[in-house]
């Protein structure tokens, strides 16, 4: 590699998926995942402060933004940039590098922004989804099938959804395109889930990750065999 350390700026902080701050979204689910999620008052809870978080969050960008003239200061501040391109900006975030004409940039809460906005909604929102489907678990469980099913090969679908985002310009149309990739997913994953269980790149990493372990780590023998 010809730059090493712009190569790990971009892994750990600046890149589409940085290790530093997707990993406040690993930290925040190990939290969650510890909590009593099976009571009633602990998915309430889990609901209600996500959505709080969430709304905070856009109304926090939207005074930043709107009130306080913060997208003028960024057009100010980025030559050659146009209010149709600020706009996209602010839809689907940077395709790859995120400008660092001027600190106005981090009121942003675009996808993939990785501002503190940014990873507050999307922190924020999925609480409350997670906190509302266990809730309507109780009352609708055999409707929330398809939700499941699709929860167990969340790799392959995403797999799936990059490769499609990449051949495909969803810019047009994007709503269009939203619609018809949760569609096909959820077909998919309620066929594939009747017919194998589990999704085929799930099932390739635990047939990898157990025949490495095998590999590297002896079987422990069984106590009763121990003299």
């Excluded at 590699?1 to 530093?20: E, K």
């Excluded at 507050?120 to 099938?145: E, H, R």
């Excluded at 997913?185 to 990898?208: C, D, H, N, Q, Y």
Aim: hydrophobic content about 50%; proline content about 3%; charged content about 15%.
């Amino acid at each position: 590699m010809a730059s090493p350390g712009d190569v790990a700026m971009i892994l750990t902080l600046t890149g589409t998926y940085p290790a530093v701050t997707w990993a406040a979204y690993v930290c925040l689910g190990i939290a969650i995942g510890r909590l009593s999620l099976h009571r009633e008052r602990t998915q309430v809870a889990v609901m209600i402060t996500g959505l709080v978080v969430a709304v905070l969050s856009k109304i926090a960008t939207y005074i930043l933004l709107i009130r306080q003239d913060g997208l003028q200061q960024i057009m100010n501040a980025t030559e050659g940039l146009t209010r149709e391109e600020l706009r996209s900006y602010q839809i689907f975030g940077a395709e790859s590098y995120f400008p660092t004409t001027t600190y106005w940039w981090l009121a942003l809460d675009a996808p993939h922004t990785n501002t503190a906005f940014s990873i507050a909604f999307g922190a924020g929102l999925a609480m409350f989804v997670l906190g509302l489907v266990l809730i309507l678990s109780k009352y609708i469980m055999s409707w929330l099938g398809v939700f499941a099913a699709m929860g167990t090969m969340t790799l392959t679908l995403y797999s799936a959804h990059l490769v499609f985002v990449n051949l495909i310009n969803v810019r047009e149309n994007y709503v269009i395109y939203f619609i018809a990739q949760i569609v096909v997913a959820a077909v998919f994953a309620m066929a594939w889930a009747k017919i194998r269980g589990t999704g085929p790149l799930e099932f390739l990493v635990s047939k990898s990750s157990k025949a490495v372990g095998a590999a590297f780590v002896p079987e422990r023998k069984d106590r009763s065999t121990r003299a």
